[in-house]
């Protein structure tokens, strides 16, 4: 008995109910009883395997490497176990499982062809209640949930299956007896990786084969074989560092993570990098080809064009390429498969492939299938139409919470946990591979042994502090949830109509399930809800209730990924620098970006400052010809670094989005030239282009202006001077991140103050340089001082969550909108000072730039009649 079920409450009869007996139900039952907890394990199949136990079709494969595929905890296993290929065959794995229940010993705690039906909290007796389809009725303290993601095969859709006369076959659930399709007419329904794998090889017996497809599939190939001397050598010598690096990489598998975007290299570089991913054979390695593969359309769509000549090129027959290929989803957004003789079994005389979008399926008949303009006759129909993947073995349990809250009903319109291991109203329970852990974007046997870890480090941290109950809170749910949708927004998986959100099941919520940002992000995450005290966990027992809550993410991930790779190079703070080197330095750091998108056209110029001549950048817009609107723009460096070219990709990128000229307008640098003269110059910039709009192929009166950082404070700054000194009339004003006030007392500056790249000690550094302590309340400096704040041009204001200069930001926000000034206040959730400007870089930055050119375009349209300037 265990520390944990120590209370005065009801006795359970075991520590756990586990529910599957997979891959993830042994690692269990092994940690488990060797734990000494007392439990019970009830799989609905009358073996162990779990998906190798059920998915016995021919040709079923791992389609990651065999030694990759396989539980780590187990140091000796290559004394009595040898892996006989690459990727193993079903019959192999499930071997190789029945090898490890057997060696350890798992066997007896198994109860099979016992279907869990319902699962309900117990609140007065703290426990779960668990009732079997075979009767059983056993209470338990802690219910896991190991029924895997792809356990529960998708109804059929089809019309009159109950008709037909010959064999029918369900890959996911294949008979254990051989099958054999020699001289028989057979259709296989479904090319996933199911269908893939189980085509070529029905192929070869069949005397004919007809393919119905709807979706075509994204391959490569196996390249099966005898596992590679070298490589098991290698493995073999350091397998605990080989397991190490699995548990730190982007899948389960060792790789490093690509940095390198598609269009950084030369088309016959990308070539030659494709074909090496072709030639491999493996599909992390493929994914894994340029780090915005996942993320940029036209990186995508380059690599998919090479998947379709590769088809094109294999297949004989043109219009059946033609149907292998996809082109309306991304490439990988849904599971691509790996495959053995796919492409060319369509090659052989007596196959065939039927395009069901072309040609729709009406229904099955007594003696085959009629299509809308066909009728075909069959002995055999093989449905490879995948599952209800995820979700779908979790909610078939009727499982209730705290006050009979049905699981069900609270993912009505999707899956929300935290971790994907628990969530909230639901104490002790915890889900393997749960919705929004890595789960099937993963090597699973590494994130089904990483969470059985955590679930048993939690267990024993329960009981070593006296405690029986752990529940996640709403705030660490809710913030959970977030992340993984954020994690999946910046990619291009909501773009494909996969199972992995859920499409392919009618009805069903369409969500992204998995968490995609990598395995080895999602291990810090949980390891480090452990490091702070479980945060965003309520636990409680006999001695009490302990709850750190707090949300385990909150950065944007891109943020996130960039801020660790800048924190990764340790490079010494521009504060600590004399000015000119912070400037070099500055440049250095530009000069490494992603160039923005292409514009029209780039003048460099210069035009009259109130002393001397003062560069600027004009960016017109990649459109027709013809006058456009003028944004004047303020760079960001805090009055001290960067010129009118350092803000180069965001002004192209505000300039393609607005559809307006841009012109980046420099200003004299402090301490050099110590405040008003920025002010002075700014306004002088947008005098001159007001005056000189038409020359610059501008709309006269068409004028707003726009700035991020130091260059937001000066663009408000300016709209202010210009209402006071009777013009130029601008027409409205967008700040981005703008510094506004200066006393730095605002709880930003403190919250924010380091971690978030502009750090409080820079600010002060670069207000130091720029202005005396004594002028900081001028209005010329801090906009928010303005006595007066109405009938300013319209604003969007931009201000971001883990910035020092947030607080002032929204303080200017609000105070405008109390002078009545039309204002759009946006709040950059896990965003820094900067990151919302990184084109390219961080992709949850483009919403916000999109608002902002939004807003632009709106202040334009809003003024018809342009007023002249007073
Ligand atoms: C054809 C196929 C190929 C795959 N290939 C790979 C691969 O190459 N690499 C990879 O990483 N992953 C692959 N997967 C994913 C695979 O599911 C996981 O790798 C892994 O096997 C999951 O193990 P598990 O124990 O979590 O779940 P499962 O193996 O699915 O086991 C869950 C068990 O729970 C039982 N169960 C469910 N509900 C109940 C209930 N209410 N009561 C009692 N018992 C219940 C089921 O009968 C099942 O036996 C593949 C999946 C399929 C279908």
Redesign the pocket.
Known sequence: MTETARTDRPEPDVDVVV?????????LVYRLSRAGYRLRV????DD????????R?PG?????PSFD?MYSFDPDWQRDWQWSEK?AR?PEILRYLNYVADKHDLRRHLTFS????QAGWDDDASLWRVR??RGDDVTARFVV????????PKQTEIDGLERFTGEVYF??RWPHDPVDFTGKRVAVIGTG??GV?SIPVIAQEARQLVVFQRTPTFSIPAHNGQLSPERLAQFAANEADYRSAARMSPG?IPMERSITPTFSVTETEREQRYERAWEIGELFEAINVYADVMSNPAANHEFAEFFRNKIRAIVDDPQTATDLCPTDYPVATKRPC?DTNYYATYNLPHVRLVNIRKHPIRQVTETGIDTADESFTFDAIVFATG?DAVTG?IT??DIRGRNGLALKDKWANGPQTYLGLTTAGFPNLFL??GPGSPS?L???????EQHVDWVLDCLGHLCARGFAVIEPTETAETGWTQHVNDCADITLFPAANSWYMGANVPGKPRVFLPYCAGVDFYRASCDEVVAHDYLGFTLSGPGGTECNDGVVRRLQPDVEMVLNRMAAMNLPTMESMPVEDARAFYNQMSAVRPPGPDVGEIVDGTLPGTSGDLAYRLYRPPTTPGPRPIIVYFHGGGWVVGDAISDDPLCRDLCVRSDAIVISADYRHAPEHRFPAAVDDAMAAVRWVADNAEALDGIPGLLAVCGWNAGGGLAAVVCRLARDMGGPNIIGQALLTPSTDGDMARASFTDNADGYGLTTALVRWLYDHYIDIADRRDPRFAPLQATDLSGLPPAIVVTAEFDPVRDDGDAYAIALEAAGVPTEHVRARGHTHKSVTMVDVAISGAPVRARIAKALRQFFAATRTPEPAA
């Open positions: 529910v599957g007996a997979g891959i993830a139900g042994l690692y009830f799989e609905a199949a162990l395997g779990g998906t190798w136990y059920w998915n079709y079923a494969r791992v389609d990651v595929y990727y079903q016992t279907r869990v039906r079997t389809d949930m190991a029924t895997g993601c792809l356990s529960v890959t996911s990786s199911s794998q389960g790996l599952f073995a078939a349990v393997i591979t099937v993963s090597n699973m046997a590494v994130s089904i």
